[in-house]
């Protein structure tokens, strides 16, 4: 009988396979409708006055 040959073992060149084990893991996510109900808003509104808006963002009526 002949000696069979061993597989070579695969190489992984791609990147993204590479390191999709260490990045690509179930997360716990925040209720938006509860932080919403408790006024909690992700972009904060009205944080300058216009007075530091360059003169093209004001709009005067």
């Known amino acids: 009988m002949a000696k069979s040959k ?3 073992e ?3 060149h791609n990147f993204v396979a590479k390191h999709m084990h260490e990045v690509n893991r ?3 996510f925040t209720d938006r409708k509860k932080n ?3 006024g909690y808003s992700k972009h904060k509104q009205g944080r300058y ?3 530091y808006r360059p003169s093209c963002f004001s709009f005067a009526a």
């Open 36 to 38: 919403a109900k408790r």
């Open 26 to 28: 179930s997360h716990v």
């Open 10 to 12: 695969v190489i992984i």
């Open 6 to 8: 061993k597989q070579p």
């Open 49 to 51: 006055s216009d007075d």
